[in-house]
């Protein structure tokens, strides 16, 4: 879905951190929103942040009490985005389903099997599913519940939605964190052996990358099975218990994962050899492996991280493929029959799920994001 | 940990060669046949314009002559010990024990994300060397031998943190850690501002009296005069003159040496040529003012005005320019320089109106300049032209050369004097190619061909399409070498004198400012500090930080 | 001169080899290119490729694995799987082009909307685009083929809504570049109108690289397409569309593996010549 698109640097929406006391005034263009038409000359805006040296300690201390707060307030306005998006993405998808024809109609949605009903049958059902009111007060009614923990209840198997999806999700979640885990793996190890370095070692592995990120995840999954499976019997052909149920799902998802994750590894590894940090680490006798490891990967992962937060929708929709082709139980194989059978509260249910994965997922990348990279901090931006 | 006292020569180097391949698999030899040493207590330059491929020869010392590099020698002898067979691992365990590499710009020469204690005490596990607290203890030291003031501040922070001439010294005690006795310095003060610099040119003194050799590499032959005991002039991978310091800047014999020197600018020759190419022949414009001779009667005549000028950028009161008031009479320079956040750039854009001041009124010819609404300035906008620092990023990516050329003349071709028929524009366009000394061979390439200097030609000529009266140089020459420099600067002065141009040149650099400017305006800190005349601002400055700035030009004549 | 000759190992240098060109063009892309003009003949004319009858069974020939008489082998029909492939290619490339025409586009339109409007409008817009971004391009399109039908027209416009959100950021992204590069003051300065400049110097450079954009979007369009097709919400059988072709060939894994191999083999290959080809048109359009 995203192979040619570059990262978002995850943090954009990072409210300006720490600058608010460290920087002298004639600094001031520095926290000027930042763009690229800054002025030249403007020192960096952490240039200023150590003011030159008889700075005593408790700045010091002050300023590591404004990153703290700063990085709450940054969360706290991260988490408000969060819900915000899911909000949107729930009224999206509620208004959007009662767009399908039929979708409040009873025969549909309990499924008669053409069994004529009569009217106060279908009057009693529609109270029942509370179709009876119109649809700015049932998407009251479905927001109230939701504040409370209430996913509502599916039409058709008349459980609770949370009840549905629970074990579901964790089979999900099993499925999309291992593939994540192999695919970071494979990205890695791919880079660190084959990204800047000769020719003859270099070129296969960004052709092997190009190739696994255009491979059809449910292609991938039936080739994998008749060589892995029916052909060698190293891993069952469906179901499966323990880990070597999973090799073969979470390979068919994190192969084209890892391609895409790659390619991005390999081309800011590759641009953080060519730095002149790279070049004064070397020449302060670091051996190859060390410059890679130590200087060199950390770069590299930086977009890779990224990448990881906005892929959460891509694995979700692959798993959705994986879990039908291995026959696995997850909520892409509900969210498929739900669909079909247009259980509203089921589908919606799903769609919080998502949604509330991908915004706890990218929190957790911001994160991690300041974690390795401590200028975003800094810069706030 | 002490510096090893090793007496011989650290460095002995005999017919270097470097040789490097590229892409399509040829060969490009970028030094031929070079020797030089470094002693102890000493200073050997290595002097050179780009391409001259004076980094690469220092770099080849520690065997990190670069991707694809070739390196071969008659005697490559490294503290006594021959280097030409050395092994990976003999090369790791001599780089940053015995020779230590400082590069320019800490900013990017300290990896951003690891604290500088973990880059520094990295010299150290490298070697295997002391046990973590030694160690702890040692890059403390070595912090302090670089000249910060309490070490234990630094050590946690990243480069990104630290202000230039902090993270410059960060950057020579990583180089120090392990205790080298021979250091490369390539370009080690080149991004620094004026005052930072010479602190740093002093921190290189004391470490050459302590008995470290240096071999310093510069574009620079101010700090090359001020620190080297020999130098070695390289242009094209070849030496072109050697010898002492003294010699070799005061009695330059090659005719490339004296080019070089006579490119610098400086006081004692201001006005006269920096260059050797002859002066354009440019036409004066029909009706062109008369030149500043004539401008006797300052306020009758001023081109740019500004009065109390301000910038604040946030709601938190910091401000970026607070009352700047100057007259700019006609045909004259107005110089305006300062180190980094200074506010210059920021004036730069207030002057091209890509920015409105809070407070104040920039006016031009008494006309209202600042206070025009965008719309109301369109019809009078080619009045005041730009050119920035990096012509390059000016310039719409899609466009070459003529196109550059010929959007500027089709923007302004309804105006009065504007040329509307395709054909007289295309001759206008070519006419200003050779205006600013361009071959008209070079109308169809894209600028990404080009090289630094022929872009600024081309920034220029695109200023000029506009019929201007006014031109803002935001540093114009800063990226460019010192011989291109100098063109570039002649040109301007050429064009000034054909066309009655008047200009607000911004620059870091005094000397090019003192070169330049009929007048000179002093920041810092966003605040006007002195203006005056260029002589009396810059050869009897009254406020203390302007005679701070001018003391720190480090000159090419060795003082007597 | 005699003087030993020491390579830097420990350098990343390389004594390359030469890179294998044909007219300038890699031999990479030049492979690409060869197979997207396949792919073109075969969704244009196929009878030039290939000269059976895609919908012909055969029962007798069921099943017959690859050979002389049938490179790619036949499935449970006995129906020629190259000849199938070859006319298939039509409407893989038709979704793929025309779901990305509608990505592309919605991606132009939120994109520039959000990119080079006011910040409030950017506000919103932003918000819109991330909302878009969070729904899986899968559940994107099972939802909207549940309220259109299954078939092709719903399979395009499902696709190309799925994706809209990706080009909408990749487009917001260059608009934003480019509205914050030096050369747009630079054209300010010269004396255009706000007017003039947005269109005369930010549209087109915005706009440029969206032939890159698209070019990469028909092979994801394609694999996307094919996947939705394999689980039974796009072209139904017997039609020669290859994702469909896939999912039937799932049920004969186990005896006849080459009715899933050689479909799945041509959607790669359609999505990575796409790739390279796009590719190596944004280092063309990039000056690099």
């Known amino acids: 879905m995203t192979q040619s698109s570059p990262p978002r640097a995850s943090g954009s929406e990072a409210v300006p951190a720490g600058t608010e006391t460290s920087v002298p005034a004639f600094a001031a263009p520095a926290s000027e929103p930042a763009h690229a038409s800054e002025p030249a000359d403007a020192a960096p805006p952490a240039a200023a942040a150590l003011p030159s040296p008889p700075a005593a300690d408790p700045r010091a201390r002050a300023d590591r009490r404004d990153d703290t707060r700063a990085f709450l307030t940054f969360l706290a306005l991260r988490i408000l985005a969060g819900l915000g998006v899911v909000l949107v993405a729930v009224s999206l998808g509620f208004f959007l389903l009662r767009l399908v024809p039929g979708a409040d109609s009873v025969q549909t949605l309990i499924g008669a099997n053409g069994r004529a009903l009569t009217n106060e049958q279908i009057a009693a059902v529609r109270a029942d599913l509370g179709l009876d009111h119109s649809l700015i007060v049932q998407y009251g009614i479905y927001l109230g519940k939701l504040v409370t923990g209430d996913l509502g209840t599916s039409y058709l198997q008349r459980q609770p939605v949370s009840l549905i999806l629970g074990p579901q999700i964790l089979s999900t979640l099993q499925l999309a964190g291992t593939a994540l885990g192999f695919a970071w793996i494979l990205a890695t190890v791919s880079t660190l052996l084959t990204a800047g370095r000769r020719r003859l070692i270099e070129t296969p592995g960004r052709v092997v990358e190009i190739i696994a990120a255009s491979l059809p995840q449910f292609w991938l999954g039936l080739m994998l099975l008749l060589v892995f499976a029916i052909g060698w019997h190293w891993f069952p052909v469906s179901g499966g218990t323990g880990f070597s149920g999973i090799v073969l799902p979470a390979l068919t998802l994190a192969i084209p994962l ?44 930086i977009p890779a991280l990224a990448f990881s937060g906005q892929s959460i929708g891509w694995l979700l929709g692959g798993t959705l493929v994986v879990e039908e082709i291995f026959a696995r139980p997850g909520i892409g194989r509900v969210i498929f029959a739900a669909v079909n059978s247009r259980d509203l509260p089921l589908v919606l249910g799903v769609v919080i799920v998502v949604a509330v994965g991908y915004v706890l997922v990218s929190i957790i990348v911001d994160i991690l994001y300041r974690i390795i990279d401590p200028r975003i901090g800094v810069n706030g931006a | ?115 500088i204690g973990r880059e520094i005490s990295g010299a150290l596990t490298a070697h295997r060397w002391g046990t973590r607290d030694t160690r702890r203890a040692r890059v403390l030291d070595a912090l302090a031998e ?30 120090l850690a392990a205790g080298p006795q021979l250091l490369i310095a390539d370009e080690p003060t080149t991004a620094l501002d004026m005052t930072v610099q010479a602190q740093i040119l002093d921190l290189f003194e004391r470490l050459r009296d302590r008995g470290h050799g240096i071999l310093l590499i510069s574009h620079d032959l101010g700090v090359v005069g001020r620190l080297a005991d020999t130098v070695l002039v390289l242009g ?200 600013v000394g361009l071959s008209t061979d070079l109308a169809d390439r894209h600028p990404l061909s080009l090289s630094g200097g022929q872009r600024q030609r081309v920034a220029i000529a695109r200023a000029l399409a506009c019929a201007p009266d006014v031109l803002i140089l935001d540093e114009p020459v800063s990226a460019l070498d010192v011989s291109v420099q100098a063109q570039v600067l002649d040109l301007l002065q050429d064009l000034q004198r054909a066309l009655g141009l008047t200009y607000l040149f911004i620059s870091h650099d005094l000397a090019v400012i003192h070169h330049v400017s009929d007048r000179v305006l002093v920041l810092r800190h966003g605040r006007a500090v002195e203006i005056g005349e260029a002589d009396q601002v810059l050869q009897h400055p009254e406020n203390a930080y302007t005679r701070e700035l001018v003391a720190a030009i480090p000159h090419p004549l060795p003082t007597p | 001169m005699t003087q030993t000759q020491y390579s830097l190992s420990s350098v990343r240098q390389d004594l390359r080899p030469r890179r294998v060109r044909l ?49 790619f082998g036949t499935d449970h029909a006995g129906r020629d799987i190259y000849t199938r492939i070859v006319f298939g290619a039509q409407q893989s490339l038709l979704i793929g082009v ?55 027209g719903p399979l395009i416009v499902a696709v ?20 914050h590069g030096e050369f747009v003051a630079a054209s300010r ?91 190596f048109l944004q280092q063309r359009t990039e000056g690099r």
Do not use: C
């Open chain 3, 23 to 71: 007219w300038g063009i890699p031999f990479g892309v030049a492979l690409a290119l060869a197979f997207a003009l396949f792919l073109l003949v075969a969704a244009v004319a196929p009878q030039i490729v290939a000269w059976g009858d895609p919908f012909a069974t055969d029962p007798a020939a069921a099943f017959s694995a690859p050979g002389a008489a049938h490179i």
């Open chain 2, 1 to 115: 940990m002490t510096t090893r006292e090793y007496t011989g020569p650290l460095a002995e180097v005999e017919g270097l060669r470097v040789e490097f391949e590229r892409a399509d698999g040829s060969r490009i030899t970028a030094v031929h046949d070079l020797g030089f040493s470094v002693e102890p207590g000493k200073i050997t330059a290595l002097v050179g314009e780009s391409g001259s491929g004076k980094s690469v020869s220092a770099r080849s010392l520690i065997g990190l002559a670069g991707q694809g590099a070739r390196v071969g020698a008659e005697r490559l002898d490294v503290l006594g010990r021959d280097a030409r067979a050395f092994t990976d691992r003999q090369w790791r365990s001599i780089r940053g024990r015995e020779v230590g590499l400082i590069l320019q710009d800490a900013l990017t020469s300290l990896d951003p994300l690891r604290p």
């Open chain 2, 236 to 435: 094209e991978g070849r030496v072109v003159e050697s010898g002492s310091a003294r010699e070799v800047l005061t009695a330059p014999r090659a005719e490339y040496t004296r080019a070089l020197l006579r490119a610098i600018p400086d006081p004692s020759r201001r006005g006269q040529r920096l260059s050797a190419a002859p002066p354009l022949a440019i036409e004066g414009r029909a009706g062109a003012p008369v030149p500043a001779s004539t401008a006797g009667d300052v306020t009758a005549d001023t081109a740019v005005s500004a009065r109390g000028v301000g910038r604040t950028y946030t709601a938190r009161g910091g401000f970026a320019l607070a009352d700047i008031s100057f007259d700019v009479p006609r045909g004259t320079t107005l110089g305006i320089v300062g180190e980094s956040g200074s506010g210059k750039s920021t004036l730069a854009r207030l002057l091209g109106a890509l920015d409105t001041p809070n407070t104040g009124e920039i006016t031009v010819f008494g006309e209202p300049w600042s206070a025009l609404s965008n719309r109301e300035r369109v019809p009078v906008r080619h009045r005041v032209q730009v050119v920035y620092q990096d012509p390059l990023s000016s310039f719409d990516p899609r466009h070459r050369v003529i196109t550059i050329l010929l959007d500027a003349l089709r923007v302004n071709a309804d105006r009065p004097g504007g040329i509307t028929d395709r054909a007289a524009q295309r001759a206008r366009a070519l006419e200003l190619l050779t205006q």
């Open chain 1, 258 to 301: 890892a391609g895409l994750i790659g390619q991005l590894t390999r081309e800011s590894f590759t641009e953080a050899l060519d730095q002149p940090f790279v070049l004064s680490a070397r020449a302060r006798g670091l051996s190859d492996l060390s410059v890679r490891f130590r200087h060199a990967l950390r770069h590299a992962l």
């Open chain 3, 98 to 152: 025309a779901a990305t025409a509608i990505g592309v586009g919605g991606g132009l339109i939120l994109g520039l909307g959000s990119a080079l409007a006011p910040r409030a409008v950017d506000l919103v817009v932003g918000r819109l685009i991330e909302v878009l971004f969070v729904f899986p391009t899968v559940l994107i399109a099972l939802i909207l083929i549940s309220i259109l039908g299954s078939g092709i």
């Open chain 3, 160 to 179: 190309g809504l799925g994706t809209v959100a990706d080009s909408a950021r990749l487009i917001r992204a260059q608009a934003l570049k480019v509205k």
């Open chain 2, 146 to 175: 670089a000249g910060l003031d309490q070490p234990e501040r630094y050590v946690r922070a990243r480069s990104g943190e630290l202000s230039g001439g902090q993270r410059q010294r960060a950057l020579i005690a990583q180089a």
């Open chain 3, 189 to 279: 300065a010269l004396g255009r109108s706000s007017t003039a400049v947005l269109l005369q110097t930010i549209a087109p450079n915005v706009i440029r690289p969206i032939f890159v954009i698209a070019t990469l979007g028909v092979g994801q369009a394609i694999l996307w397409a094919s996947s939705l097709s394999f689980l039974g919400l796009g072209a139904a059988p017997p039609s020669p569309e290859w994702g469909t072709m896939l999912a039937d060939g799932r049920n004969y894994l186990q005896v006849a593996w080459w009715i899933s191999l050689f479909p799945g083999l041509f959607i790669t290959l359609s999505a990575l010549s796409l790739t390279i080809i796009g590719r």
